[in-house]
């Protein structure tokens, strides 16, 4: 008759296997009733042992949906060499600007590491253009860094890692394609940063009142319901409301 191990070695730290074990319903299930002793150590392997001396977290910061924090706005230009960080207060839009030589991805990442640093102590949500930026932000947090032949590229990745390592708070970051008309306060915030980042640019601005109104006209929706969908103020929303009885 098979018996069980009088003892069972893991290959990875007790703490981790304490987690898995309350989240996981299979091991909880396959251990239960399990009476030898439970022994962990870690093979020789070198980037094993580097677990020891590493704090690693078993909560990801990188969220996958929107936290409960400000929300900013980056963007990077090569031409310029403006990296910018935007964000809205009220009613009133805040800008950080720095510089960098490079190519755009590279004043893109130097954007975020400014947004990071500059909201280290709270939840944060990112929105970028750059699918390369946002990609490489939404891996950094649970990645190791290896040195890359680009010095400049190394340096802004080590900044952006550092902030983000440090940071005790979640984070989430949003893809948006760029120079999109669509509206909305999203797309308002990103052609924004472009404009400052790059002068030459002006993105074009969707025309809200025409867009209700034309939409008014078809499915006569209500004064609030045309606020909410075209983010207009409640005075606009019920003058196209009148003009149309």
Request: net charge neutral.
């Amino acid at each position: 008759m098979a018996a069980d191990p009088a003892t069972i070695v893991l290959p990875l730290q007790q703490e981790h296997f304490e987690w898995s074990l309350t989240n996981s319903a299979p091991l909880q299930s396959a251990l239960r009733n399990f009476l030898g002793q439970i022994a962990y150590h870690l093979p020789s392997y070198k980037l094993l042992q580097l677990a020891k001396s590493t704090s690693f977290t078993l909560q990801p910061k990188n969220s996958q949906v929107p936290v409960q924090g400000p929300t900013v706005f980056t963007d990077g230009s090569g031409k310029t060499g403006k990296a910018i960080v935007t964000r809205k207060e009220e009613s009133e839009w805040q800008v950080l600007e720095g510089h960098e030589s490079g190519s755009a991805q590279l004043v893109e990442l130097k954007a975020v590491a400014m947004a990071f640093q500059k909201f280290p102590q709270v939840p944060l949500n990112l929105v970028t253009d750059y699918a390369y930026v946002a990609d490489t932000t939404q891996r950094l947090d649970c990645s190791l860094l290896k040195e890359v032949n680009n010095d400049a590229l190394f340096l802004l990745l080590k900044a952006l890692w550092c902030a983000i390592q440090a940071r005790v708070h979640p984070y989430y970051i949003l893809h948006i394609r760029s120079h999109t008309s669509l509206p909305g306060f999203i797309t308002e915030g990103n052609a924004r940063d472009d404009r400052l980042a790059n002068p030459a640019w002006v993105a074009p601005q969707p025309d809200k009142i025409a867009q209700a109104k034309a939409a008014h006209r078809f499915f006569h929706q209500s004064a609030h319901t045309l606020q909410k969908q075209f983010y207009l103020t409640p005075t606009e929303a019920r003058d196209i409301v009148s003009a149309c009885a």
